[in-house]
C-alpha cells in the first residue's frame, strides 16, 4: 500500500487533515498554499514606486514654473514698449502743442507788423515787415512792399492792423499754419481823413528758425 505524503499536491487542492493529524498543520498547508499568490501581489504594488510618482510630479512642477517664468518675461517687455511707445507720443504731442503755441503769439505779432505801414516812413514799416519773414518770403514781399509805397505815397496812406483772432489750422514742431482774423483801420485822402476799418481774414503759414518762428507764406481768405 503506497503512502499518500509521497504523492504530488497539485496547487491549490486542499489537504484533508487525518483524523490523528493536529488541525494546526491544516492551516499551515492552507497558508502554503496562499504564499505565491500573496508575492504576485506584492510584484505589483512595487512596480508603482511612490519615488517615481514623486520625480514626475517634481518635473511637471519645474516646467509650470519655467512656463510662467517666461510668459512674465513676455508680459514685462510689451508692458515697457508700450510704456516708452506712449511716452514718446506724449513727448511729440506737447511738442507739437508747444510749436502751435508759440507759432500762435508770433503769427499774432508778425501780422500786425506786416500788414501795417505808414507813408511817411515806408522804409521802416517795411524793414520791420521783412523782419518777421523768411529770407525767401521776404524776397517776395519786397515787390508787393514797391507797388504798395508807391500808392500809399500819394494817397498819403497810413495802415493799422488789429489781430482780432488767432486759430490753427494745422502743425506740427517745424510748421504751423494759422487763421489769423485782422482789422485793417485805412486813413487816406481816398478816405477823405476818415478811419475805413476793413475786415480781412488771412492764412499765415510759420515756420520754425533756430528759437524762432517766421512766416513762410501769407494769403488772403
Same mark, same amino acid.
Given at each position: ?6 504523492? /504530488? ?8 487533515? !487525518? ?7 491544516? =492551516? ?6 496562499? @504564499? ?18 514623486? &520625480? @514626475? ?14 510668459? #512674465? ?12 511707445? #506712449? ?6 504731442? =506737447? +511738442? ?16 500786425? @507788423?506786416?500788414? &501795417? ?17 523768411? /529770407? ?16 500809399? @505815397?500819394?494817397? !498819403? ?20 499754419? #494759422?487763421?489769423?482774423?485782422? *482789422? +485793417? ?14 475786415? *480781412? ?19 488772403? #481768405?
Amino acid at each position: 500500500m503506497s503512502d499518500r505524503r509521497s504523492r /504530488p499536491r497539485i496547487a491549490g487542492q486542499r489537504r484533508t487533515a !487525518k483524523p490523528d493529524q493536529p488541525p494546526e498543520l491544516v =492551516e499551515e498547508t492552507r497558508a502554503e498554499d496562499v @504564499t505565491p499568490a500573496t508575492e504576485e501581489a506584492s510584484e505589483a504594488v512595487s512596480e508603482k514606486s511612490p519615488v517615481a510618482e514623486i &520625480s @514626475t510630479e517634481s518635473e511637471q512642477k519645474r516646467g509650470l514654473g519655467t512656463a510662467l517664468t517666461a510668459a #512674465l518675461g513676455v508680459v514685462v517687455v510689451l508692458t515697457l514698449t508700450v510704456a516708452a511707445v #506712449l511716452g514718446i507720443k506724449a513727448w511729440h504731442g =506737447e +511738442q507739437a502743442e508747444d510749436a502751435r503755441n508759440q507759432a500762435s503769439a508770433a503769427g499774432r505779432k508778425a501780422a500786425e @507788423t506786416a500788414l &501795417s505801414y505808414d507813408y511817411r516812413d515806408l522804409d521802416k514799416s517795411f524793414a520791420a515787415a521783412r523782419a518777421t519773414m523768411t /529770407p525767401e518770403f521776404a524776397a517776395k514781399f519786397d515787390e508787393t512792399a514797391k507797388v504798395a509805397g508807391v500808392l500809399a @505815397t500819394k494817397t !498819403k496812406a497810413t495802415v493799422k492792423a488789429d489781430v482780432r483772432e488767432v486759430g490753427v489750422r494745422d502743425g506740427d514742431a517745424d510748421r504751423v499754419t #494759422l487763421i489769423i482774423f485782422v *482789422n +485793417q483801420t485805412t486813413t487816406s485822402t481816398i478816405t477823405k481823413g476818415s478811419p475805413r476799418v476793413d475786415l *480781412n481774414r488771412t492764412r499765415f503759414t510759420m515756420v520754425r528758425n533756430g528759437d524762432r518762428w517766421l512766416v513762410q507764406e501769407i494769403a488772403g #481768405l
